[in-house]
T-cell receptor, first 113, second 116 residues
């Protein structure tokens, strides 16, 4: 069964460093998403992406964040200068179309020291 | 904006007990409602969904009915198993005033532990 994959499973970085989290969505899906979950808190929407551009972003998704689909399979989230409060589990998701079921990856745990 | 309020956990039950996890929502219009489950060490998996009022979503013995009059989508299972131990998230999408409303808005999650 097709699934969303994410790498790495755990990333440890120093404050101020850039990180890139990678996702491979399901191949025939057109919509891609990033969510994050700070430990003990809600899963929060960050950004959605369609047709090579951002279709919606939350207030969390500030200038430090960017997303890209560099090729036909990967979907990346970049954080330019990490802060301690960026420590969270980051989930990638994809859906075939806008209102279809979103399929989630296993997540990348980001730890900022 | 949209919001989801979910019963605080953790919930601890014995095997074969009845489960209810309460979920209420705030949204304009007609959102779609979901329950997602997260097993230890895994990502979020869709458990069930309902897209319009009075719809009942069901899967793996779990059920939830979309109640517009009470803005609720409570999750129930008649007889839980140890393997049901996980975190359960209520979520909604759509139902806003327009624009791109297919993002998911989640509740805080409820940790369920089922003991043998």
């Amino acid at each position: 069964e097709p699934e969303v994959t994410q790498t790495p499973s755990h990333q440890v970085t120093q404050m101020g460093q850039e990180v890139i989290l990678r996702c491979v969505p399901i191949s025939n899906h057109l919509y891609f998403y990033w969510y994050r979950q700070i430990l003990g808190q809600k899963v929060e929407f960050l950004v959605s992406f369609y047709n090579n551009e951002i279709s919606e972003k939350s207030e969390i998704f500030d200038d430090q964040f960017s997303v890209e689909r560099p090729d036909g399979s990967n979907f990346t989230l970049k954080i330019r200068s990490t802060k301690l409060e960026d420590s969270a589990m980051y989930f990638c998701a994809s859906s075939e179309w806008a209102y279809n079921e979103q399929f989630f990856g296993p997540g990348t745990r980001l730890t900022v020291l | 904006g949209n919001s989801v309020t979910q019963m605080e956990g953790p919930v601890t039950l014995s095997e074969e007990a009845f489960l209810t996890i309460n979920c209420t929502y705030t949204a304009t219009g007609y959102p779609s409602l979901f329950w997602y489950v997260q097993y230890p060490g895994e990502g979020l998996q869709l458990l069930l969904k309902a897209t319009k009022a009075d719809d009942k979503g069901s899967n793996k013995g779990f059920e939830a009915t979309y109640r517009k009059e009470t803005t609720s989508f409570h999750l129930e299972k008649g007889s839980v198993q140890v393997s049901d131990s996980a975190v359960y998230f209520c979520a909604l999408s759509g139902g806003g005033s327009g624009g791109s409303n297919y993002k998911l808005t989640f509740g805080k999650g409820t940790l369920l532990t089922v003991n043998p």
